[in-house]
């Protein structure tokens, strides 16, 4: 069976056009969901709507709201929504481009592919890929997704295009009230040398196929010893380690020389914790207490 478009409508860059599909990029399905059940029956709960006045109420009573003043609502009704009509609901309508590289990525929400829609289409939408991907841009659009406009970005991805809609400025936080009293200033040039070449000690070339999620997998692997009637085996705590400096702990790492960590397809015992390191250049373990820095 075909994969179910969550769009469709046309792409359109000045008076050029054609038919496309929109696909979701991403899956959520595969992870492991829990459902409620009663602690006795072992039944499925069924979340009901319930009003504070007339308890349980059917759900084809509902009808939207929205709250203009702290418990006052205007009423919207199916009409209203449809009465908003934009050009977008039915066209990604091309405003601009720009580099590749240029949309931060804190900007950058949910992923789709965007494919021709019939065999008419592929011409235009084969051009237009293929102009993109010469330039080295991105195209900057809008389209209607779950009754709002979304602004998106599009590119060439393989055969077909990428689309990513993109947040709203008003939805990112400002960094300031994170970052603004983290110190600047310049580290030890000796530690920061260590820290370099430990850097370079564990490139390597990201493959996804390499960082499976290990919760995921050790919560399968509990689940399966369950179903076998099994106890779960509980993982073992971490041994605390001994407290280091920063300096001693950036040369004990470079001296391990070990490759790039890999995720593996079995869930591996708990790793000892990695030394933290404390301000005026203190390092412990987890659970430990911090100690000064050796000179």
């Not at 829609?117 to 890929?129: H, I, K, P, Q, Y």
């Not at 008003?170 to 580290?187: C, D, Q």
Request: hydrophobic fraction near 40%; glycine fraction near 6%.
């Amino acid at each position: 069976m075909a994969p179910r478009a969550s769009w469709k409508g046309y792409l359109k860059l000045s008076l050029v056009s054609c038919p496309v599909r929109l696909y979701p990029a991403t899956s959520s399905s595969e992870r492991i969901t829990f459902n409620q059940l009663h602690k006795k029956t072992h039944n499925r709960i069924n979340m009901k709507p319930v009003d504070p006045e007339l308890g349980l109420v059917e759900r084809s009573d509902l009808v939207k709201g929205y709250e203009y003043e702290p418990k006052q609502y205007v009423i919207i009704e199916d009409t209203d929504l449809e009465s908003v009509r934009i050009e977008s609901n039915h066209t990604m309508n091309i405003e601009a481009f720009v580099d590749a590289g240029a949309v931060d990525v804190i900007y950058q929400d949910s992923p789709y592919y965007l494919a021709p829609d019939g065999a008419m289409a592929e011409e235009t939408f084969v051009v237009l890929r293929e102009a993109m991907r010469r330039a080295g841009k991105l195209a900057i659009a809008r389209l209607v997704l779950s009754s709002r406009e979304r602004v998106v970005t599009i590119g060439p991805r393989e055969n077909g295009m990428f689309v990513c809609t993109l947040r709203n400025p008003n939805e990112v936080r400002s960094t300031a009230e994170y970052f603004n009293t983290i110190p600047g200033g310049n580290p030890d040039p000796e530690m920061l040398q260590l820290a370099e070449a430990l850097i370079q000690q564990k490139q390597t070339e990201f493959d996804p196929k390499n960082y499976e999620d290990r919760y995921e997998l050790a919560l399968m692997n509990m689940i399966k010893e369950k179903l076998k009637g099994h106890k779960p085996i509980v993982a073992a705590a971490p041994e605390r380690g001994n407290v280091i400096n920063l300096m001693d702990a950036l040369k004990a790492s470079l001296s391990q020389a070990k490759p790039p960590a890999k995720s593996k397809s079995k869930v591996e015992p708990a790793a000892k914790p990695v030394a933290k390191v404390a301000a005026g250049g203190k390092v412990a373990a987890a659970g430990g207490k911090s100690a000064r820095a050796k000179k």
